[in-house]
């Protein structure tokens, strides 16, 4: 006899986990199908998570060996690498658990292995050394998430090619390391690396990094991560990438042609991700996909196939954990019958690099082609007491506000601590907030959210200490 569900959830990543538990929480027999041996997905395995453990210990490693600059004098600093990873797993293991105990708590069943659907209303799950388990079903949600796109006749082998699962667990510190893509994600691996001893070059197709990015804070970014180190070589097309006995050969030209070959170590390609959606045996159902493999839904995350969802990203958007927790939940809550909504124009962005880059709602070149009338406020770090005292000025804050009625439009900001003052504009912004606002908040001192303040007070051309 198969089981049945009121509702299925294919996937145990962020928006999956996070969807399960909602939809137990309003009172549907739930289960949670995931081909992992762990739950948390992309994000929690081999993505968001151990990055951010990385990025932290390696930041910590390169400022400990520059603290006699800061009167604190160490006789020697050196890296085990081999430790450093074993406290990533750590880090990812606990989360893992965490995740499984919460299903258990909610009462959602967990089962292992690879789902595809027999029909409409039945799911084929696949484990290893077990027959097949068919699952029966109400309602289906699919978010199997996104995998690692690489360039054409090229294969990962995760040692010497590698996406970014091999950047986060390679064995020793890659002499010379290449990136090819000037994103989010190869910026973040690429700082990794560095601190850490590489020689780190990144290629980029276009003139500038972090495409769809407010200009003028991509433009600073670039000039932060130059002074660290770190080379780019923008306009720069990839044209073949062969593994050598002594390492690998990037063949490339410029935008005049000129055919320029680069050797290193190890490549790292980061060139965007791809909705994970075969194996689902889609075309079968009719589940209906765009021209980039991602799953057409309506604005209650409904395919054509009136009683199968999909939210994350195997849907259009963009690919960030916390978007898709958002859709988990509203997606839960509209097959209940409630009002499960979204807001996609305040949905924060964070590059975790140092100093962090954090953006949220319209970069100026939006409003620009929109049309829209806006007013900008901006206030340096260099002017920050709290940035002063712990030396870390570089940076600045930047808010767009329209012009007529002083609406927050976007935010954009590169310093300390961005990441985590994102998310009072977010709130500010969720709620219709004005740079007037803002600006009438009071905000404790010496902290680096004074900065949110000053740029508010900015945008009515007042600020203080600027």
Known sequence: MAEKFNVVVIGGGPGGYVCSIRLAQLGFKTACIDSRTTLGGTCLNVGCIPSKSLLNLSEKFHNTKNLSEKGIEISSVKLNLDKMMKNKEKAVLNLTKGVDFLLKKNKVVYIKGH???????????????????????????????????????????????????????????PKKLFIVGGGYIGLEMGSVWSRLGSEVHVIEFLDHITPGMDNEISKEFIKILQKQGIKFHLETKVESIKKKSSGILIKSSNKEGKKIDFECDVVLISIGRKPNTKNLNLDKIGVQLDDKKRIKVNNKYETNVKNIFAIGDVIEG???????????????????????????????????TSP?????????????????NYKVGKFSLMANSRAKTINETEGFVKILADSNTDKVLGVHMIGSNAGELIAEMALAMEFGASSEDIARTCHAHPTFSEALKESALAVDKRAIHS
């Open 356 to 372: 962090e880059v954090a953006t949220v709602g319209k970069t100026e070149e939006q409003l620009k082609k929109d049309k829209i």
């Open 318 to 352: 963009p690919m960030l954990a916390h978007k898709a927790e958002d859709e988990g939940i509203a997606v839960a809550e509209i097959i209940a019958g409630q009002a499960g909504h979204v807001n996609y124009d305040v949905i924060p962005g964070v590059v975790y």
């Open 115 to 173: 789902a595809s659907f027999k029909s409409a209303n039945k799911i084929s799950v696949i484990t290893e050394n077990k027959p097949e388990n068919i699952i029966e079903f109400e309602k289906v949600i699919i978010c199997t998430g996104s995998e690692s796109l690489s360039l054409p006749n090229v294969d990962f082998d995760e040692q010497t090619i590698i996406s970014s699962t091999g950047a986060l667990s390679l064995k020793s510190v």
